[in-house]
């Protein structure tokens, strides 16, 4: 029990050497610089594995799925040897009254001392039975799980802004977890599903240097969620030049011009999709040709079609230049996306041009 | 209470077990069992305990933002709700799709496919038959030569065994089980010996590395997953094999490392997955229950269009029909449009229709809430401790083929194939069944559900092969496209329209019908595989196939529920998916229902 991870790591076969070869990519991926790499070693020397309850209210599973894809750490390292994950629906062994009674267990035991992670929202209407956990409604089971927490962890757009369920009219009143939890530092980790790196990343940070990491004032970590997709974005350049897709599978597509034209929200959109990737670093969605839904967003399901032009981004005078190219261009793919740009030559204004503290 | 349904005579006298929440799973389910005194299941009752209103949401959308929409209703079976709903649309709309498109649709289901019955069987099913703690006592040399006498994969050496055991006996004895923790280790349900046991939690961890490598072809094609992109008309991605940019679009490399996943993907399912599974059905051969509807009956929709656009029953590869009364002789075809053919019902779920003993067809479906708990109920309507299944007890409804409950998912396929004798799903089962030494009832089982989907594992790994190729020849000939956008803009749709379109998820036959006016949606409703596996009593006192599954076996031990655990885990249940939806006030939202 008062082991740590450095035990559990040695124990399991695990040299000093590739120990401090994983501290190493830690750092790495947490943007940190060589100097880190001593104090997650020792952080990591010195302290027991975390109990982590991961429960799950209105959701779709997404993000315990997105979670289990994570290339470094590997999830099964994640598992076995930096956190005790030990009450999760989707992969305990455990049933019924047998996993009812671990959360029991881990809340006398280790009181203020685990983590709660939080997977879907609880929807209060109808006393809150839209989503029943173990005869009771979810939302009292959240509260009670989140009263001895250390801190908690929002996964997703769902726990964090609510998401697809919460979309209008939202008819269960699916509501963000922030709203029935109070008094709990609670770390938003934000996307539909959330990137599985990030998700890890988050985790490691915190277990690392026992702190919730640099939060923006919507509650996300600003090492993921500073920067707009938009800003690292490859096909930027594209952008900058005017080079646009008109239409799926035009020439531009298979150029790989700007998606703009074509809804993406990118430009709105802050999270690490354009630098981090998805999948080990495969792609993301720009990448593989359609526009960013802006999924880890607040509301994105309720901003208009996926497909609607951004019409008020404004920075650095660029979007005069995209907003002229699109009118030009307009007449060539049809009096709909004309129309568009009319109404984007009106619309234009200031929609949002600072980073993610002041939006 | 006793009464005789489908064969199965159900008596609810004795003691009552409830096993909420049902974990291992997608989503939130709850199910209650009468054990008669020699602890046989007597009775079952299978609730849907979540809902969260999707179709409601849709109303009033953009058609073509629908598949992300949907595509939300589950995680783990992410994209076939959405390649659903634009097949839907595009069913609406009369749009034809590129031949690319298509192959690059296919080679995404069977992607799904492929990833979700590992996933399934090494992370959700595994720990039902496999005793993680008797591992320990493994021999590690006895473990390699067993590893060996099933399988040419090279990670089976006595020192990776020895290594494994190693690292989980001090997991162990760290006294923090993590997601081991209150498990039924040591119940004298499970039949594995301590060697079978050691291996096959090796490749519980190899599956759980594996994984995250088959769905990065959803990354190439659908940008990320889970929840790749989709497109009304075709696919996102662009192809570019020549010109500048290509690197900007699908071109050489991203298709080779599709190659290499797929080469990769077939191989640890013929060598790892499919020897496992044999493995550990050798030794639970004599265990053959669980199989409830599934030697009554069975329905597919079909999917997997060999050409694009041809959604008849001969231009799809997997099998499409319904079989009734347990008559493999006659398969009869399925019709989403005929309103005669499917149909919901609410009587013991909590929705209210004007009149409670007859079925909707989705087109006609009304949804109204309407939580009540049955008058023998214990507890209070915020803390339940037993259901009533006299009154209403799920947030599922009964959707019904004909009348009859049906049974979906792999095992409803293969039987379907095996009844319309197509030699790629006849042969392998008969291979399967040789090697088992069992006869052809044995099928109809538990034990029957997990192989069915182990072989369908296998199966579509090959047909990912068959479409890239496929693919490969369509550009070699020159073709490029990959998206129609003849009717992408409002401007050019009909007034008012209507649509259906079906796939086979992994868990089943799902269907979605949307209805379009004036550019939107107007109605949107999807009949998923859960619902049908997972659906309550009907009006005539038909209960669903979990419930089916679940009767006549017998627990080894009254209060852990592992043999319940391992028949309910054998669907691969998926709740978000089941659920249906109300209105936001309480008031009937009609023809609006799930999820």
Redesign the interface.
């Known amino acids: 029990?008062t082991?740590t991870f450095y035990e559990?790591m040695r124990?399991?076969?695990i040299t000093r050497r590739s120990f401090i070869k994983f501290c190493s990519l830690t750092a790495a991926s947490l943007g940190l610089g060589p100097s880190y790499v001593g104090r997650i070693a020792n952080a990591m020397e010195t302290k027991p594995?975390t109990?982590v309850i991961w429960l799950?209210g209105?959701?779709?599973?997404?993000?315990?799925?997105?979670f289990?894809?994570?290339?470094h750490p590997?999830?099964?390292d994640v598992?076995?040897s930096m956190?005790?994950?030990?009450?999760?629906?989707?992969?305990?062994?455990?049933?019924?009254?047998?996993?009812e009674?671990?959360i029991a267990e881990i809340k006398a035991k280790y009181k203020g001392n685990y983590i709660l992670a939080v997977e879907g929202n609880p929807?209060l209407?109808?006393?809150?039975?839209?989503?029943?956990?173990?005869?009771?409604?979810?939302v009292?089971v959240l509260k009670e799980t989140a009263a001895d927490a250390k801190a908690v962890i929002a996964w997703g757009a769902c726990a964090s802004w609510g998401?697809?369920?919460a979309?209008?009219?939202?008819?269960?009143?699916?509501t963000p977890i922030d709203k029935v939890i109070s008094g709990k530092p609670i770390v938003k980790v934000p996307g539909?599903?959330p990137i599985?790196e990030v998700m890890t990343a988050v985790v490691t940070y915190m277990l690392t240097f026992d702190r919730i990491p640099e939060l923006d004032r919507q509650g996300r970590p600003k090492m993921f969620y500073g920067q707009r997709i938009h800003d690292k974005c490859y096909?930027r350049p594209h952008f900058d030049a005017g080079q646009f897709v008109e239409?799926?599978?035009d020439e531009a597509?298979?150029?790989?011009?700007c998606l703009y034209k074509m809804g993406c929200k990118g430009p709105t959109t802050y999270n690490a999709?354009s630098t981090t990737r998805?999948?080990?670093g495969?792609?993301?969605?720009?990448?593989?040709?359609?526009g960013c839904?802006g999924?880890s967003e607040d509301g994105f399901?309720d901003k208009g079609?996926?497909?609607d032009r951004l019409t008020g981004i404004n920075q650095f005078g660029i979007e005069a230049n995209a907003d002229k190219v699109g009118a030009t261009a307009a007449g060539v793919v049809?009096?709909?996306v004309a129309a568009h740009a009319a109404v984007s030559a009106l619309k234009r204004g200031r929609l949002e041009q600072s980073d993610g503290d002041n939006k | 209470m006793a009464y005789e349904t489908q064969g199965f005579k159900l008596d609810n006298s004795g003691k009552r077990v409830v096993v909420d929440p049902v974990c291992r799973i997608e989503g939130h389910l709850r199910v209650e069992v009468n054990l008669d005194s020699s602890n046989v299941i007597r009775n079952a009752v299978s609730t849907g305990t979540m809902w969260r209103g999707l179709e409601v949401i849709l109303k009033g959308r953009d058609p073509r933002d629908a598949w992300a929409f949907t595509e939300r209703i589950c995680g783990v079976c992410t994209g076939t709700h959405a390649l659903t709903s634009v097949r839907a649309v595009e069913d609406a709309l009369a749009i034809q799709i590129p031949e690319n498109a298509n192959s690059i649709r296919n080679i995404m289901q069977l992607t799904l496919q492929v990833h979700d019955h590992l996933v399934h069987f090494y992370h959700l099913h595994a720990l039902d038959w496999v005793d993680v703690v008797s591992a320990l006592s493994a021999d590690p040399k006895k473990t390699s030569e067993l590893a060996q006498s099933i399988s040419n994969w090279p990670l089976s050496s006595p020192g990776y065994f020895r290594d494994l055991q190693n690292r989980l006996k001090k997991f162990v004895e760290s006294g923090q089980l993590g997601p081991f923790m209150n498990g039924y280790w040591g119940n004298p349900a499970y039949k594995l010996p301590p060697e079978a046991n050691l291996m096959a939690v090796a490749h519980y961890l190899e599956a759980l590395d594996f994984q995250k490598e088959i769905v990065k072809i959803h990354t190439i094609f659908g940008g990320k997953n889970p929840h790749p992109n989709w497109l009304v008309g075709g696919v996102p991605c662009a192809i570019n094999l020549d010109g500048t940019g290509a690197v900007g679009a699908v071109n050489m490399e991203r298709l080779n490392l599709v190659k290499s996943i797929i080469d990769r993907s077939i191989e640890f399912t013929e060598q790892v997955y499919i020897p496992d599974l044999i493995a550990i059905a050798k030794f639970y051969k004599g265990w053959l229950y669980g199989g409830g509807l599934s030697s009554k009956s069975v329905m597919s929709y079909g999917d997997i269009p060999d050409k694009a656009n041809d959604y008849s029953a001969g231009n799809l590869l997997l099998p499409r029909g319904a079989i009734i009364n347990g008559d493999l002789g006659k398969v009869h075809d399925v019709d989403l449009k005929d309103p005669e053919q499917i149909q919901e019902f609410v009587t013991h779920s909590w929705y209210k229709y004007p009149d409670e003993t007859k079925g909707l067809h989705p087109w006609d479906g009304v949804t109204e809430p309407n939580f009540v708990l049955g008058p023998n109920t214990k507890g209070t309507k915020t803390n339940i401790q037993e259901l009533d299944e006299s009154g209403k007890y799920s947030w599922i409804k009964s959707p019904r083929w004909r009348g009859n409950a049906m049974e979906v998912g792999p095992l409803a396929r293969y039987i379907i194939g095996y009844a319309q004798k197509k030699p790629e799903f006849k042969e392998p089962v008969e291979a399967l069944l040789k090697e088992l030494d069992a006869p052809v009832q044995a099928l109809f089982s538990t034990l029957g559900r997990t192989a069915a989907r182990g072989l369908e594992c296998q199966w579509a790994a090959h047909k990912m092969s068959y479409f890239f190729d496929k693919l490969m020849a369509n550009l070699k000939a020159g073709d490029l496209s990959t998206a129609n956008v003849d009717k992408w803009e409002p401007a050019t749709w009909p007034k008012a329209t209507k649509g259906a379109g079906f796939t086979e998820a992994p868990r089943g036959a799902l269907g979605h019908w949307v209805k379009i006016q004036d550019g939107k949606i107007d109605n949107y409703q999807c009949v998923v595989p859960t619902t049908w596996n997972g659906s309550p009593r009907d009006p005539k006192g038909q209960i669903g196939a979990f419930e089916a599954s679940l009767m006549d076996t017998p627990l080894a031990k009254a209060d852990q529920p592992l043999e319940i655990l391992r028949t309910l885990h054998s669907f691969d249940p998926c709740l978000a998916c089941s659920t249906h939806v109300m209105a936001p006030d309480g008031q009937e939202m009609t023809k609006v229902r799930v999820r």
């Not at chain 1, 209105?58 to 997105?66: F, H, N, Q």
């Not at chain 1, 956190?83 to 996993?99: E, I, R």
């Not at chain 1, 006393?127 to 979810?138: A, W, Y």
């Not at chain 1, 495969?282 to 359609?290: K, L, N, R, T, W």
């Open positions: 029990m082991e559990v124990r399991q076969g594995r109990p799950h209105l959701e779709c599973t997404c993000c315990s799925e997105s289990i894809r994570s290339a590997l999830a099964k598992v076995l956190l005790s994950l030990d009450y999760d629906d989707t992969l305990m062994a455990a049933a019924g009254h047998q996993a009674a671990i929807p209407n109808e006393d809150g039975m839209f989503c029943i956990h173990g005869g009771r409604p979810f009292e998401c697809v369920q979309a209008k009219p939202n008819p269960t009143r699916a539909c599903p599985a096909r239409a799926w599978d597509a298979r150029k790989g011009y999709c998805w999948n080990d495969v792609s993301f969605p720009i990448q593989s040709g359609h839904i999924c399901w079609s996926f497909y049809g009096a709909a």
